[in-house]
């Protein structure tokens, strides 16, 4: 390696036969690269699929290499470096007094959320839910604003904070007016 830096060059179309072991792999980088295999000192997979288009089936990798002269590979500008996917912490420039609203508590709303948390904010997490049967019930009750419909289930009614006109009144649309 040179320097501190690790540089991983991305290797496409890596095509096995569907009956090759993984093993072969390293083989195919190394023919690729035109390098030996003691040049390579790690690899990683990046994509794996497969191509059943035509009878004799393929397995297709997309590798990410790290060898011993990456440079003198990249040199001939037949690959390129590796694209750098970690996370990088933003440096926050909201003032921290004011609460986000986050909306949604689906897996973005979620993730918006831990990393407001992770840079000093306090967000506010709204959601709303509308529903109409027993299998609603616990997600009436977990969400900030639980709205069942006029013709629910006694159960959804229960666990929900408020109650709408029917799904024949527009019910839906009425609970998004009044509480949006």
């Known amino acids: 390696m040179n320097g501190s830096v690790i540089i991983m060059i991305r290797v496409n179309e890596l095509k096995l036969s569907i009956n090759d072991r993984k093993s072969i792999l390293k083989n ?7 390098i030996t295999i003691d040049d390579i000192l790690e690899y990683k997979i990046f994509k794996e699929s497969i191509d059943a288009r035509k009878s004799d089936i393929k397995m297709i990798y997309t590798v990410d290499v790290t060898i011993k002269d990456e440079k003198r ?7 390129k470096e590796s694209p750098d996917y970690d996370y990088k912490k933003v440096k926050p420039t909201l003032n921290k007094e004011i609460r986000p609203i986050i909306v949604g508590s689906g897996p973005a709303g979620m993730f ?3 990393i407001l948390c992770q840079n000093g904010y306090k967000p506010i997490n709204r959601t709303m ?12 009750k977990e969400a900030n604003i639980g709205i069942a419909m006029e013709n629910a289930t006694k159960l959804a009614k229960e666990n929900a904070d408020f109650i709408t006109t029917s799904n024949s009144n527009n019910g839906v649309l009425n609970a998004l007016k009044k509480y949006i």
């Not at 839910?129 to 009436?140: H, W």
């Open 112 to 114: 918006n959320a831990l």
């Open 129 to 140: 839910a509308i529903g109409d049967n027993n299998n609603d019930a616990s997600m009436l």
């Open 73 to 79: 590979v990249l040199k001939k500008g037949k690959f």
């Open 28 to 34: 195919k980088i190394a023919k690729k690269l035109n």
